[in-house]
């Protein structure tokens, strides 16, 4: 029945499966407003309407260089690796030949056909992210509902766990509640750790790129921030990408090419030493193979 449930309203899920997130996210905020005074239903007005300024100033400041950023990449990609394969087919490794037995000319090959099938690979990801935000932006009624469905259900929130709370056998009802505070913390911790992060590195990786000169950093920071919840993904894509365009816009300038990565040196460093154990604490996370799956699955399940 479940399945047979999800197959037929998969496609208007979505909205209303953001605003429970959205409303479990936000439950933290409204109990520590509630502590300090504010009733249940002016602390889920005041969250709300700061999320909703903060999600408007997003798309009016930064949603507009981030698209920007895209469509010169995707302008200017076919040129970047153009020039990408010129250096690298100007580059005589006779030494690997000599010592390694490496011929050159297969190196170069080889390295052509790799850059080509990495480029295609990248553009196709960022053609489906750019057309899935853009029909994504385009729901009207993900931005009228979701704030809807989060309202009420942040409103009610105590009121459905305690109803909850009732359905379950009263002589299995305390290993039940710590069953459930055990699942509430791991996926408290793993969901607002982890997505604090993500965007504390964006945001790191995008100044840090930005100050560097280098082209599309905004884009590029961003990118490898808000992917780095699958560990060392995001940073190695970001290092790979930001590397091949520092490549081809300082080369031969070799400081300004190690400058740039080691941006993503230095957010790894922070990331592992600083900001993981802070924002992530030691709650359980997920192994990387699950995360992909999972993500996988409910973007085939709500679209």
């Excluded at 005041?46 to 798309?59: D, H, K, P």
């Excluded at 932006?137 to 259900?153: D, G, I, R």
């Excluded at 459905?160 to 055990?182: F, K, N």
């Amino acid at each position: 029945m479940l399945a047979l449930f999800l197959y037929v309203f998969s496609g208007i899920l979505l909205p209303f499966v953001a605003g429970m997130v959205l409303a479990y996210f936000l439950d933290p905020v409204a109990d520590w407003l509630q502590r300090l005074g504010l009733s249940r239903l002016m602390a889920t007005v005041v969250i709300l309407i700061a999320f909703i300024v903060v999600v408007v100033l997003a798309f009016v400041i930064l949603v507009p260089v981030l698209a920007t950023q895209m469509a010169d990449f995707a302008r200017k990609l076919p040129e970047y690796l153009t020039r990408l394969q010129s250096l690298i087919t100007s580059f005589d490794p006779k030494w690997l030949e000599q010592r390694f037995g490496v011929n050159a000319a297969g190196l170069r090959d080889g390295l052509n056909s790799l850059l080509t099938s990495g480029f295609s690979l990248l553009t196709t990801v960022f053609t489906s992210i750019w057309s899935s935000g853009v029909a994504l932006v385009s729901v009207v009624s993900l931005f009228v509902v979701t704030p809807v469905v989060a309202f009420y259900m942040l409103l009610d929130w105590d009121r459905m766990v305690t109803e909850v709370d009732g359905w379950v056998p009263r002589d299995h009802v305390e290993t039940v509640r710590a069953l459930a505070r055990d699942i509430n913390t791991a996926t408290a911790g793993f969901v607002r750790g982890q997505g604090t992060l993500c965007l504390v590195l964006g945001a790191m990786y995008a100044t840090g790129l930005t100050l560097t000169g280098l082209n599309f950093a905004i884009l590029i920071g961003f990118f490898a921030g808000v992917i780095s919840f699958i560990p060392y993904v995001g940073s190695l894509t970001g290092l790979v990408l930001a590397v091949g365009v520092a490549f081809v816009q300082f080369w031969p300038d070799w400081t300004m090419v190690v400058l740039v990565a080691c941006v993503f040196f230095v957010g790894q460093f922070i990331e592992g030493n600083i900001l993981q154990p802070r924002l992530v604490g030691k709650s359980v996370g997920l192994h990387p193979v699950w995360l992909m799956f999972a993500l996988f699955a409910f973007g085939a399940l709500f679209g």
